[in-house]
């Protein structure tokens, strides 16, 4: 796919390097096991259609059924503590896209360490080091356009640029309390550029839609022609490039955010949940992952097709101590000024 305003390309040295050279030996899933469990319940925050593509693989390749419950990270977060606190987890396998939510769960012995194969190939951030929890894939986030309706020299090119009031009216973005990707980028552009980002976006009648994918589907009607911070649109279009969409990467930096896969502690189906997170970070979950658009989180795995590698753009570093912490008071300040 056709980028737009790549950012000055560079290493990202310290974030982005491959694990140490030690020896690693991978757990391993009991197949047989998992097999007569028949089922894997899987709460997840993956994508439309890539969601499903990668629970029909699974089931093809083994045999066990993925019952699947998907929405936004934010709910899907708050659904699975729900049923957690009551002592009733429906979850036996967790997809989200808060690390640092992940990290406190992993913290109170929420998740069961597993580290599959491949658990060495990962980008270091987008792992616990304990194999509590893995990234199921990593998301680069920049701002999509319409690029048949916005002027090349009428696009923003930085996130500050959004603020212009040239773009009131034109422009879309999801609600952080549904997404923790967005949670993620509310809690660091307003550390970045303070809440007067948030009040000019809102002055410029920015429209807050639940998800990503409400972000895509109404740029694809024409209702709005700029993505407020949104990830490549042709992940929502089964990879395939889209004629009229593309994705811009401001040139102050870009949002790198990771969606951990943990398996539940006391899950009811706790060898099913294995082979699925196994699965999850096979060669085969992770170039079908890459073939969608998004980023997979292996370093052996090509980026996807017409975006750049996670070491050619300048990233702008996330706190996620500083969102885990501080996700209501991020929540509740976006609503107030959204509202």
Request: aromatic content about 8%; hydrophobic content about 40%; some cysteine.
């Amino acid at each position: 796919m056709r980028r737009i305003a790549h950012a000055a390309a560079f290493v990202f040295a310290l974030t982005f390097v491959c694990s140490p050279g030690w020896s690693f030996t991978p757990d391993q899933a009991n197949r047989a096991a998992a097999v007569k469990e028949g089922n894997v319940n899987w709460y997840t925050s993956t994508p439309f259609p890539l969601v499903q593509i990668l629970a029909d693989r699974f089931t093809q390749d083994t045999g066990v059924k993925v019952t699947l419950l998907r929405t936004g990270g934010e709910a899907v977060l708050r659904r699975f503590l729900q049923e957690y606190q009551a002592g009733q987890a429906g979850a036996d396998v967790l997809t989200m896209s808060d690390a640092g939510a992940a990290s406190a769960l992993a913290r109170q012995g929420v998740f069961v360490p597993f580290k599959p194969e491949g658990f060495d190939k990962v980008v270091d951030t987008a792992k616990d080091k304990d194999g509590q929890w893995i990234a199921q894939r990593v998301h680069l986030i920049g701002m999509p356009v319409r690029t048949d309706l916005v002027p090349e020299t009428e696009r923003p090119k930085t996130w500050s640029d959004l603020k212009d009031p040239k773009y009131k009216g034109k422009m879309v973005m999801p609600d952080p309390s549904f997404t923790a990707i967005q949670l993620t980028v509310v809690g660091m552009l307003s550390q970045k550029l303070g809440w007067e980002f948030y009040q000019a976006l809102r002055k410029n009648d920015t429209m807050i839609v639940q998800g990503h994918q409400q972000v895509f589907k109404t740029m694809q009607q024409g209702e709005r022609v700029i993505g407020a911070e949104g990830s490549d649109p042709s992940s929502f279009n089964k990879g395939k490039p889209l004629p009229n969409q593309a994705v811009i990467y401001p040139t102050e930096g870009v949002f790198t955010v990771c969606s951990p896969v943990a398996i539940v502690k006391n899950a009811r189906n706790p060898n099913a949940a294995k082979l699925f997170a196994q699965f999850m970070l096979s060669e085969t979950a992770q170039t079908i992952i890459a073939e969608n658009a998004i980023h997979s989180s292996r370093l052996d795995i090509a980026p996807p097709q017409g975006q750049p590698s996670l070491k050619e753009v300048k990233i702008i570093p996330i706190d996620v101590d500083y969102i885990e912490k501080n996700a209501k008071m991020l929540k509740t300040k976006f609503g107030e000024i959204f509202q």
